[in-house]
């Protein structure tokens, strides 16, 4: 999610609409962000700092210092800790003050203090909202490079109907993730994953597969979605939940893995190939179920397609290729080879001599290995973190 671990500062000015903000700040803590409240003395009136403080998670800031201690709130601190600062509901009163550069309260001068993104949403009657001064002023903070989250029409506390009701907690969260969502390192990039094992049928109620969990797969998929890529997701049999605003497509076999790879290769920037794919399936599958007739009973197999290799061959330049490498023995150079020979920009080696590596446990232990032959060996981490390595190369490459 695009805001999870932002730091976002609502200044909270004094309108009826300021009692939207508590419903907001919930659905920004679910979003998984920090949030840090301001308000204007008169902002206080409408909604207690208790009620905001405690759904926040943080102490409410209101005036330069606090009454009782007497101790400091750095303005230019507050601001500068800032992923986003977000004025809502802004008030006439307070658009005014930031288009000329009032600061007489906590909350303007933060606003003043401020080198991050600043949203404001306004909230006011109808026809101070309309009044050329009020128009003049959200010019200057368009000037400024402050950005609008627009009222709303409907019926005003004041019993007049139009422009100006404070837009809906949901709206506002909603522009919060779009406009965070752009400025990711991964926006407008397409990314396609293989994750899971794959069964391989040889009757009705039997398969071939592995201990594959998905994992690794299902973790790299989720970094991937929160640089900001759109992910689809290709997964073998697994337990694990589709992740959230990820497109999760479910397979069976390798053959239904390759199918759906192809699918998505052609308009995929970047591929991660890192699902445990059979490497043999059973020449024939049979319909009934294969009874216990034979003291001996083989199984003739035959190759499935490599679908790393297969999309290898299509790579435009501009598209990346990751894949993974799971080697015993002769590791380092097995995975060269690999790269080389599936035509990959860098490949991920799991050694399983390494403990706490490979199938079914939480951490993996990797090597990553580039197109110039230089090796990057990471230490034993959750699959998360190496996740993260692993995304944190592809934003380089991309
Ligand atoms: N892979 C694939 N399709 C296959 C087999 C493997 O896409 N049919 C991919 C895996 O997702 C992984 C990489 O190829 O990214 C390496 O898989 P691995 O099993 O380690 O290597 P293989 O090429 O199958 O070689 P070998 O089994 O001989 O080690």
Same mark, same amino acid.
């Given at each position: 999610m695009a805001?999870a671990?932002k730091?976002?500062?609502?200044? %909270?000015c ?6 939207k903000?508590?419903s907001?700040?919930r659905?920004? %803590?679910?979003a998984?962000?920090?949030?840090n ?7 206080t009136a409408?909604i +207690?700092?208790l +009620?905001?403080?405690?759904?926040s998670k943080?102490?409410v800031?209101?005036?330069?210092y606090?009454p009782n201690t ?6 230019? !601190?507050i601001?500068?800790?800032a992923?986003?600062i977000?004025?809502?509901p802004? /008030?006439?009163?307070t658009?005014? $003050?930031?288009a000329?550069g009032?600061c007489?309260?906590?909350l303007?001068?933060v ?6 993104p600043?949203?404001? =949403?306004?909230?006011?009657?109808l026809?101070?909202?309309k009044h050329?001064?009020?128009q003049?002023?959200i ?10 989250i ?9 019993g007049l109907v139009?422009?100006g ?5 949901e709206?506002i969260l909603?522009f919060l ?7 990711l390192p991964l926006?407008?990039?397409?990314a396609?994953v293989s =994750?899971g094992?794959?069964y391989?049928a040889?009757?009705?109620v039997?398969f071939i597969?592995n201990h ?9 998929a989720?970094?991937l979605?929160? &640089?900001g =890529?759109d992910v +689809?997701?290709v997964s073998?049999?697994?337990?694990l939940?589709?992740?959230d605003?990820v497109h999760?497509i479910?397979? /069976?076999?390798a053959?239904?893995m390759l199918n759906?790879?192809?699918t998505?290769?052609?308009d995929a920037?970047i %591929? %991660?190939?890192s699902a445990a ?5 059973p020449? !024939?599958v049979?319909?009934?179920?294969i ?7 083989s199984i003739?197999?035959?190759?499935t /397609?490599?679908i &790393?290799a297969?999309?290898?061959t299509?790579?435009r ?11 015993t023995n002769n590791?380092?150079?097995n =995975? $060269?080879?690999?790269?080389?020979? $599936? ?6 080696l799991?050694?399983m ?9 939480d +951490?993996?232990?990797v090597?990553?290995?580039?197109r110039s032959?230089? /090796?990057n060996e990471?230490?034993l981490?959750?699959k998360e973190?190496v996740a993260?390595?692993i ?6 490459l991309s």
């Open positions: 805001l671990g730091n976002i500062v609502i200044a %909270v004094g309108s009826i609409a300021a009692y903000i508590a907001l700040i659905l920004l %803590v679910k998984e962000a920090q949030v409240v301001i308000m204007s003395q008169e902002a409408f +207690t700092p +009620t905001l403080s405690t759904l943080n102490p800031l209101i005036d330069y606090q007497g101790e400091w709130n750095n303005h230019v !601190e601001a500068l800790k992923d986003y977000l004025v809502a802004a /008030t006439a009163n658009i005014a $003050k930031m000329n009032l007489d309260n906590l303007t001068a606003y003043l203090s401020a080198k991050c600043v949203l404001f =949403a306004p909230a006011m009657d026809d101070m909202w050329p001064s009020t003049a002023n010019s200057k903070l368009y000037s400024y490079g402050n950005i609008l627009p009222p709303g029409n409907g019926e005003l506390a004041s139009g422009e009701r404070l837009a809906e907690p709206e909603d993730v779009k406009f965070s969502t752009k400025e926006y407008g990039k397409r396609l =994750a094992p794959t391989e040889i009757d009705p039997r597969g594959s969990s998905g994992k690794m797969g299902y973790a790299i989720r970094q979605e929160i &640089l =890529a +689809t997701l073998g049999p697994s337990s939940k589709a992740p605003r999760t479910s397979v /069976t076999s053959a239904e759906a790879c192809e998505y290769f052609e920037d %591929v %991660v190939m794919v059979a490497d043999y399936t020449v !024939e049979a319909a009934q179920k009874k216990k007739k034979e003291n001996e009973f003739q197999l035959k190759k /397609t490599d &790393l297969t999309l290898g299509k790579k330049e501009k598209q990346l290729l990751i894949g993974f490498a799971l080697e590791e380092l150079e =995975a $060269k080879d690999k790269l080389i020979r $599936k035509n990959l920009d860098f490949i991920v799991n050694s001599q390494d403990k706490g590596a490979g199938f079914a446990t +951490t993996n232990k090597t990553i290995i580039d032959g230089n /090796t990471f230490s981490k959750s973190e993260k390595d995304c944190s190369i592809i934003v380089k």
